[in-house]
T-cell receptor, first 118, second 115 residues
Framework: AQSVTQPDIHITVSEGASLELRCNYS??????LFWYVQSPGQGLQLLLK??????LVQGIKGFEAEFKRSQSSFNLRKPSVHWSDAAEYFC????????????????FGKGTKLSVKP | GAGVSQSPSNKVTEKGKDVELRCDPI?????LYWYRQRLGQGLEFLIY????????KSGLPSDRFSAERTGESVSTLTIQRTQQEDSAVYLC?????????????FGPGTRLTVT
């Protein structure tokens, strides 16, 4: 069965420091991978996605992620964190189901809460 | 353009009562999803609509939960005889016509509290 693991529940970094949030997935085929961010009281916003091609993908707000098939990982990175990046981050894998529509739900990790120190 | 909207934003109900949660997807989006997010947890998939049919209801936790969708528009999630464990944020998402890419756009959610 497909699954997503985010091993870090809570991470604290200083403003201006670099950030890496870990994500490991279990999926039998080439996955569709996503990172979402959820600010307090807000819905989920898509940061970036990987479908195929270049394994380093760029997203919004200066985030990037690298797909590593050999490690079943899709870690999120940012070179310099801003205080406004404090939020919860969710990694997700698209569950492919052949309904004739090729769509399916997302399977989410449990999230990593990011705190930013001044 | 307008995003996914959900109503109400907050709902407090007594145990045993029925509740209806509403989702308005982005216009033109054929796929619609309901998820549940319990405190401190990731999102749990509940149900998926393609148009007004629901090919995947595998995430509905019990027969107290049901959902319907009118055409490619509004969806309602109904929880009957609510229990305290139903307290969660219920998120709706929609996707544009099939590109096999699973891109989902989320609404702000409905926070349900069962007392």
């Amino acid at each position: 069965a497909q699954s997503v693991t985010q091993p870090d529940i809570h991470i604290t970094v200083s403003e201006g420091a670099s950030l890496e949030l870990r994500c490991n997935y279990s999926y039998g085929a080439t996955p569709y991978l996503f990172w979402y961010v959820q600010s307090p009281g807000q819905g989920l916003q898509l940061l970036l996605k990987y479908f195929s091609g270049d394994t380093l993908v760029q997203g919004i707000k200066g985030f990037e992620a690298e797909f590593k098939r050999s490690q079943s990982s899709f870690n999120l990175r940012k070179p310099s964190v801003h205080w406004s990046d404090a939020a919860e981050y969710f990694c997700a894998v698209g569950r492919y189901m052949n309904y004739g529509g090729s769509q399916g739900n997302l399977i989410f990790g449990k999230g990593t809460k990011l705190s930013v120190k001044p | 353009g307008a995003g996914v909207s959900q109503s109400p934003s907050n709902k407090v109900t007594e145990k045993g009562k029925d509740v209806e949660l509403r989702c308005d997807p982005i216009s033109g989006h054929t796929a619609l999803y309901w998820y549940r997010q319990r405190l401190g947890q990731g999102l749990e998939f509940l149900i998926y609509f393609q148009g007004n049919s629901a090919p995947d209801k595998s995430g509905l936790p019990s027969d107290r939960f049901s959902a319907e969708r009118t055409g490619e528009s509004v969806s309602t999630l109904t929880i009957q005889r609510t229990q305290q464990e139903d307290s969660a944020v219920y998120l709706c998402a929609s996707s544009p016509p099939d590109r096999g890419k699973h891109e989902q756009y989320f609404g702000p959610g409905t926070r349900l509290t069962v007392t």
